[in-house]
């Protein structure tokens, strides 16, 4: 994948000078700077590593970390000497947060690194920095990078979104504000005393585009595993320059938006989760899904359907794990008619085959594309680009049109994934699978580890291919459904049955040799992790067995409980969906599942 980093650490030589900015000035060439050349001179009354609360070494660095829990952090390089431009910086910030804008009541400190000292030595859970000097953010045991202009209200924005990762808005002119992401809007949290000590920033000089995305919870308390999950994937969309995500609780306003605006719910519910790309261009989310994968939901839904790549959506590209089909093509007038063309093509291209890719042009001439040194065979051209590393070039010669790239295409994706030719299109397999195992928790590469490997707990993992429509595959994936709605209405809690397409992600498990369809059971053994392969027929008796064997005594299989599968009472539970009934039905089947397993 063309987003690799460099190595950590390293520092690039034509940064060395006045032109040095936060980030590389070759990655911002095709944006406005907010500062002028002057802006990055040293001030003389200000030399390097002069301005901290504490410069960290190999001897307190571990240390501090445990006693603060929030730190800004200045990393530099004494070898740089042009570097102490940042402590101008520094030092105003330093004063702001000793003056004007705080935490919980509370000073931020200032700390310093000399990476010079630290590289290789200590420090090394700093993110990977190939240029200096930068300005980090440290939030409870994780670091958060600032890659903008030098600008100090930027900077007290950023500070302002990691500490506050969501904002709460109460009524309709809040939330219509909010979405107007033509106008600069205040951000109404703590750390700027509600509004009254923010910083105007310049709407010129923010990122191109802003998503915003609002979690509509009507109901707190049932919704509250929801609620927590949105807040989580917030604290993590924090670090993107383009996002931000706000709540809201009060029944009133909920009521009144979704009267305005029927679309972004469904239509039993008034909660719900909306992200808006642009203004009039968004999707929602329901939340009485069984998934609560919020975090890669929202990052894959900021993007458009065909997107430019840019500064703003290499961000996201970076964290998704979906293979990307681009074309890169010349952009300027005399090729309009062409360009236009061809992202049409991409449309209609993505009608196809969305559910594998996402799909994205660049400009030729793009500073984007010469920094990862993207290159295509013919302009234009094109190209499909792997996580793992591997791109597939569109055949030189061939004509741009919609027989030849949808062959590009799925040759591709065939060969990547060692799938025989289908006679049925791709879309209609994955339908096929996806539609016999609607019970299992799909799992996405991010977050598979932290989602498996828990403690106390048991993962079965049916690992399948939607390239492939095989009759073997989909056996198996009515079986595990079948004990997946089987442990869910029995209330297990402890065991998750889970499903992993290997089509649309690489196997997260570097040690497996993992060829789906495949079923094995995760589990955490003191500080290591376990795959157990299954290797019984495709029966969901059998594997129900397997669960038992291995759950140390937690779960005792009796074969009664086959028979409430089917029953008029599952039915009933299945296809209702008033909450009182519900809650009815859910005694009765806890009574059940004590009676069966006593």
Known sequence: ???????????????????????????????????????????????????????????????????????????????????????????????????????????????????????????????????????????????????????????????????????????????EEFLDTRKESVDWTEFYKWGSDYEKIGRDIMPSRLVRAIAFISDRTEYKPETNAIKVAAQWLSKRDDFRLALVFNKNTIKAIKKQHPSWFSPYTHNSLMIQREPNDFSKFSLDSETTNFYYWLTENSLQTVDEFQYETIKIYEQVQTPLLMIVMHMDAAHEAESNNNIKLLHRIANKFSRFLLFAYANATSGWIQERKISVDQIPGALISFKDGNIAKFPAGQEFNDENMERFVESTLRRKFNSPPAETPKADISRTIYTHTKALRMLQYHSFNSTVFLKDSLSLVFFFTSLVDSEKQTEFGKSINRVAELIRDIKINFISICGYDNSLEPLPLERSNINPPHIG???????????????????????LIFLAKHSEGRFHFNKEMLKYKGTELHNYYKGKVESQKKVELQSHSQMIAHSLLR
């Open 1 to 175: 994948f063309f987003f690799k980093q460099k190595t950590a650490y390293e520092i690039a030589q034509r940064l060395v000078g006045s032109e040095m900015c936060i980030r590389d000035s070759n990655l911002l060439f095709a944006r406005k700077h907010a500062q002028t050349r002057d802006d990055l001179t040293c001030d003389p009354k200000l030399p390097h590593f002069s301005v901290g609360d504490v410069n960290l070494t190999k001897e307190n660095y571990e240390t501090y970390k445990k006693d603060h829990n929030v730190f800004l952090l200045g990393i530099s390089d004494s070898d740089c000497e042009k570097c102490c431009y940042l402590e101008t910086m520094l030092n105003l910030l330093k004063n702001y947060f000793s003056s004007r804008f705080f935490y919980k009541n509370k000073s931020i400190p200032v700390a310093r690194i000399d990476i010079k000292a630290a590289r290789g030595t200590f420090a090394l859970d700093l993110p990977t920095l190939n240029y200096f000097p930068k300005i980090l953010f440290y939030k409870d045991g994780v670091y958060y990078t600032y890659a903008y202009y030098m600008h100090y209200p930027l900077i007290l924005y950023f500070v302002n979104r990691v500490l506050h990762p969501y904002v709460q808005l109460n009524t309709t002119r809040e939330i």
């Open 521 to 543: 059971l995760l589990v955490k053994v003191g500080n290591s992790d376990r795959i157990i392969p299954y290797n019984g027929p495709i029966s969901s008796e059998q594997m």
